[in-house]
């Protein structure tokens, strides 16, 4: 078995004293800038990486984040959207020489406990926090641990056309965040505008005619999902449409729950002519479930996908999507995060709204509809 290069290694390869290297090793002065670049090297030649046990002993970083998502695994494996984010978060960590601790567990619970072992082993620096929950114990943990966090997804301005912009609603801009007390970590977050895609969805398939409108939405105790829910909500009322029009229905993401809730409304006396799906796989699993009970799509039922992949490119009718730069949206994270870790205030920054790009899956309305 190779053994791991030592410090000693180090001193001896480049010629100086261990107590230099250890300077240029930890970006301590008391060593010229050409010595540290020399030890530098030498260290890269070597493959020397620091001990993270002993890092974390000596009460120094970590050079790692963490990423817990508390999903059912068996929704994760075809959903585009985290596989886009955490690419968008390696990019900048990478960067950054920061490593990405990641893991999946069942619920909020064993994520809690996740950050509680993460935090007595020193394991990493600062986290990442995904899928804003009502009632969230999460951010009042982390602020109690003293981890610095960052929530993607936290809620975007106001539903309506009442909502007056504020600087945050500029893309990219940070504004202060809310306080954690006293001692608290800093506690920052990137939120996305979902009550603003919901109104172009909403205008989109209303001037197409649709008064009978299903939103087949996500996991319920889901933040996003309830904006997403109360936004459709606000805007049918804005137009005149009851909830016996325009509604909502809860899954677990799946293609599966998809299908069923899909066959469960088209089943129904008056069934919508339109749907909107929370993500690309159940909008594909619904149009399929049309074509399967013979409802052509779109001139008896139109579609719209909240996230658009290759899936919604690629199935026939290519499918109306919400056309966002998630690797974007992740790499606002990762970079929220690093200023806070590198001693920057806590804020709130704010991706770039979604559009709505239409395509072959929505018509206007069929004739004849009772509305």
């Known amino acids: 078995m190779a053994r791991r290069p030592t410090i000693k290694d180090i001193a001896r390869r480049a010629g100086v004293s261990e107590s230099a290297v250890s300077f240029a090793l930890n970006d301590r002065p008391g060593v010229s800038r050409d010595t540290r670049a020399r030890i530098r090297r030498v260290a890269e030649e070597l493959g020397w990486q620091a001990n993270s046990a002993a890092r974390a002993l000596s009460g120094e970083r970590s050079g790692a984040v963490g990423l817990v998502l508390a999903r059912p695994a068996h929704t994760l494996g075809v959903e585009s959207f985290f596989l886009q984010l955490v690419s968008g978060i390696q990019e900048v960590l990478s960067a950054a020489r920061t490593a990405l601790l990641f893991q999946v567990v069942e619920d909020v619970d064993a994520e ?3 950050y509680r072992r993460w935090w007595a082993e020193r394991r990493v620096d600062g986290v990442l926090v995904v899928d804003p929950r009502t009632g969230d114990p999460r951010p009042a943990l982390l602020a109690e641990l ?12 106001p539903a309506g056309p009442s909502a007056v912009p504020g600087p945050s609603a500029v893309p990219g801009a940070s504004v202060p965040g809310p306080s954690t007390g006293a001692g608290a970590s800093p506690v920052s977050s990137v939120r996305a505008d979902d009550a603003g895609a919901m109104a172009q969805v909403l205008e989109h398939l209303h001037g197409l005619g649709h008064r009978r409108i299903v939103h087949i939405a996500g996991l319920p105790g889901l933040a996003h999902t309830v904006r997403r829910m109360e936004s459709l909500r606000a805007e049918a ?24 809730a899909t066959r469960r409304v088209l089943a129904e006396p008056q069934p919508p002519t339109a749907l909107v799906y ?13 074509a399967e009970l013979g409802i052509p799509v779109p001139h008896r039922l139109s579609i719209v996908a909240w996230d658009d992949s290759a899936l919604c490119r690629v199935t026939h009718p290519r499918l109306t999507a919400l056309v966002r730069d998630t690797a974007g949206f992740g790499r606002l994270a990762a970079e929220e995060l690093l200023s806070v870790l590198a001693g920057g205030p806590a804020g709130v920054r704010e991706s770039e709204r979604p559009r709505l790009e239409p ?7 069929p004739a004849h509809t009772d509305s």
């Open 112 to 114: 809690c406990a996740v």
């Open 278 to 290: 929370d993500n690309d796989v159940m909008a594909v699993a619904g149009s399929a479930v049309a």
């Open 237 to 260: 009322e804005r137009r005149g449409l009851g909830p016996d029009h325009v509604r909502s229905v809860v899954t677990d993401y799946s293609d599966a729950e998809g299908a069923a």
């Open 146 to 157: 003293g981890l610095p966090a960052v929530t993607i997804g936290e809620p975007g301005p």
């Open 359 to 365: 395509r072959e899956s929505t018509a206007p309305a």
